[in-house]
């Protein structure tokens, strides 16, 4: 395949350019949507622009292909899937330099997500063979109740910018598992990296129509007429809760099954006898993994009286020293921002918060200059009901708010429509679950900084989500069950 971007010099293997839109394993070039470096704000390349009647031929080539690939046994699924796993670990490190020139996170954060992408094809190759089944007696006795799982159908697949390779790869995997065709829709900004896995994936035998890739500068519209086909029966979208609940709104005139991965807002509790180097490393690691650009990164800091003072002053001098500029120079460790509107939300919310009390105690201000660049930033003194506190920075700004007791905490914590995940930090290993369980969200992470794990149940309460993707129940999310009622 040949390169059609201006900037081929920038990838060391031409099999993983965008080609165009892929239909029915076929490559349609076009153009329509620039794809920036944010970093520099170049442009790297242009994508296809889908239309309406572009998503209704993906729906139709999913349709046939659906027959054949739901009739594909699942130990040749799961073949498939696991070659996909192994081509993405060979061609990792230009992955990982593609989604850090069109994401900017810094390349040690984009190899950590190709390999965590990879992870979930290779997860889901083994779940393919295991999908389960139930026989039972009813209560009475006198029947039996069998219970199977079909695939649950074509399935739209919406994944966000801040991780191009893992999102896309936590859907489609548990679908081909499952049986189920797909037509993916990746963010506009970073597209490219969809693209390339749509091509590995050709490679490692996915038949065509099986998984159809296309952009569109209209996602309403082009998902609406999608969600519309009666074809289609699942619509997976991973995204920011507004755009979930426009969504949910959508699916429910066709009544499509959703899962939903939305939005986070994450309290950090770090409890005075906790150990204080050790809630430092997960503090930096829960705030700054893709420069704060994650659904999980801690986004309030609730740290007890007796330790305050010295975590403000450890996170201060860690977040000082990281060292700022584009993704793809190996000496950097916080890339650009994904948009200057991102810059401009993290400006707003750092300067709400100082207008209410809040102490900077390094950064505070977006860097003039070329490329999005915010800098790692902490804030102290802040109130508990500052704007900061409500809504999700998407950013390295850590805030920290002191707290006195664990009910306090606790409240604290949970005063949000937010429910994803959340940390705790203490040696006290009984207070950490006791917290952990009173905290209103889908995942808690005790005395570590990173939670995500293809292994996992990931997944949101309250506003963040319906649904898990990942572990042993991310494939039920694509299979539909179905009783038969037996007597024999
Ligand atoms: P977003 O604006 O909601 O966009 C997500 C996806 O939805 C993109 O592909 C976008 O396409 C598409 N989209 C936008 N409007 C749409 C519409 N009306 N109909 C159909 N599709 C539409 O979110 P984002 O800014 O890309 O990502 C950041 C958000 O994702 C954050 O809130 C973050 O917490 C959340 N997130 C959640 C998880 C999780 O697992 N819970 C993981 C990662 C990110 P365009 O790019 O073309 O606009």
């Known amino acids: 395949m040949t390169l ?23 490559w349609e070039p076009g153009h329509g949507i620039p794809v920036m470096d944010p970093s520099s704000a170049r442009i790297l390349a242009e994508v296809p ?35 996909w796993f192994t081509l993405m ?86 679908a081909l598992a499952a049986g189920c065709t797909v037509i993916l829709k990746p963010a506009s900004e970073t597209p490219l990296t969809a693209y390339a896995m749509a091509r590995l994936g050709a490679e490692a035998g996915v038949p065509p129509g099986v998984v159809n890739v296309l952009t569109t500068t209209q996602p309403g519209p082009v998902v609406s007429a999608m969600l519309a086909d009666p074809r289609v029966r699942k619509l997976s979208f991973t995204g920011s809760t507004g755009v979930g609940r426009t969504l949910l ?4 005139k066709t009544v499509v099954s959703c899962s939903m991965e939305l939005g986070g807002n994450a309290p950090f509790v770090v409890f005075d006898d906790a150990d204080l ?24 800091f609730y740290v007890q009286a007796g330790i305050h003072d010295a975590f403000v002053a450890g996170l201060t001098a860690r977040m000082a020293a990281l060292k700022l500029g584009p993704g793809t120079d190996p000496a950097t460790q916080v890339g650009p921002m994904i948009t200057a509107k991102a810059v401009a939300k993290i400006d707003r919310l750092v300067t709400q918060a100082v207008a209410r009390g809040a102490r900077v105690t390094t950064g505070g201000a977006p860097l003039p200059g070329i490329g999005y660049f915010y800098p790692p930033t902490v804030l102290e003194n802040l109130p508990a009901d500052a704007e900061i506190a409500h809504e999700e920075i998407f950013g390295p700004v850590a805030p920290i708010y002191r707290f006195d007791t664990e009910e306090q905490a606790i409240r604290m914590a949970n005063d949000t429509e937010y429910g994803l995940a959340a940390y705790v930090y203490s040696r006290d290993l009984s207070r950490a679950l006791r917290v952990g369980k009173a905290i209103e969200s889908g995942m808690v992470a005790i005395n570590r900084g990173l939670m995500s794990d293809p292994a996992a149940p990931f997944g949101g309460a309250k506003q963040s989500g319906l649904g898990r993707e990942g572990g042993v129940t991310g494939i039920l999310e694509f299979l539909e069950p179905k009783y038969f009622a037996v007597a024999f």
Request: aromatic content about 6%; some cysteine; proline content about 6%.
């Open 4 to 26: 059609d971007t201006p900037s081929g010099e920038d990838f060391a293997d031409p099999h993983l350019h965008a080609g165009g839109l892929y239909i029915a394993g076929a």
């Open 49 to 83: 622009d889908a239309t309406i009647a572009d998503a209704l031929r993906a729906v139709e080539a999913a349709e046939a292909a659906a027959a054949g690939w739901r009739a594909t046994p699942p130990r040749a699924r799961a073949e498939i899937l696991r070659r």
């Open 89 to 174: 670990t060979e061609h990792a490190e230009d992955l990982a330099r593609l989604i850090s020139l069109e994401n900017g996170k810094a390349l040690p954060d984009a190899r950590g997500e190709v390999a965590y992408a990879a992870e979930f094809f290779r997860w889901y190759s083994e779940e393919a063979v295991r999908v389960p089944g139930e026989f039972r007696h009813t209560p009475s006795g006198a029947h039996h109740i069998l219970v199977d799982h079909d695939p649950i159908g074509i399935s739209v697949l919406i994944t966000p910018w801040n991780f191009p390779a893992a999102m896309a790869t936590r859907k489609i995997g548990p």
């Open 249 to 252: 709104a959508e699916a429910a």
């Open 277 to 300: 180097a050790a809630a430092l490393d997960g503090a930096m690691i829960a705030k700054m993994r893709n420069a704060g650009e994650a659904c999980t990164a801690a986004n309030r």
